[in-house]
């Protein structure tokens, strides 16, 4: 039986959104999917509503997809706007210090929104890992904000 993961560590969660990455699914399923069941989301309807976020937004090459991804689950806790809007701002002044970004184009050094784009991020491999790297960066800012005992 699967371990829920509303009762999932702090590192176990972390290590699932990456494997949920690795497994196929875009950077911002492999964040929700896991953190929206942590926060009362149904796997398979965080799957569905992150599923057009990827690749930048749909591969608008836009805000990363697992930021958005990390944002969905910070909506998915439920408190009040002013205080959801902090949460949003304090995980992006994160992310941005430690990746230099929130724009893919950016993060990835391709614009997705271009086919060229895209064949560049599959020819070079890089973007799949660099993208692994965001999904467990943004899980961890989530275990920060979400989840550490006060």
């Given at each position: 039986m699967k371990e829920?993961?509303?009762f999932m560590s702090d590192e176990t969660r972390v290590q699932q959104a990456v494997a949920a990455f690795m497994e196929g699914n875009s950077c911002s399923q492999a964040v929700f999917c896991v953190y929206g069941p942590a926060l009362g989301v149904p796997e398979?309807?965080?799957?569905?509503?992150?599923?057009a976020f990827g690749g930048g937004m749909g591969n608008l090459s836009e805000a990363c997809g697992a930021a958005t991804g990390a944002f969905m689950a910070i909506g998915a806790k439920g408190l009040p706007k002013e205080e959801t809007y902090k949460l949003v701002q304090a995980f992006a002044k994160e992310f941005q210090a430690k990746y230099g970004s929130l724009h893919c184009t950016n993060l990835l050094g391709f614009d997705l929104s271009t086919e060229n784009g895209r064949e560049g991020r599959k020819n070079s491999g890089l973007g799949h890992e660099y993208?692994?790297?965001?999904?467990q960066g943004a899980a961890e800012i989530l275990e920060k904000l979400l989840f550490a005992e006060p």
């Open positions: 829920s993961v509303s398979e309807t965080a799957l569905r509503i992150s599923g993208c692994a790297q965001y999904v």
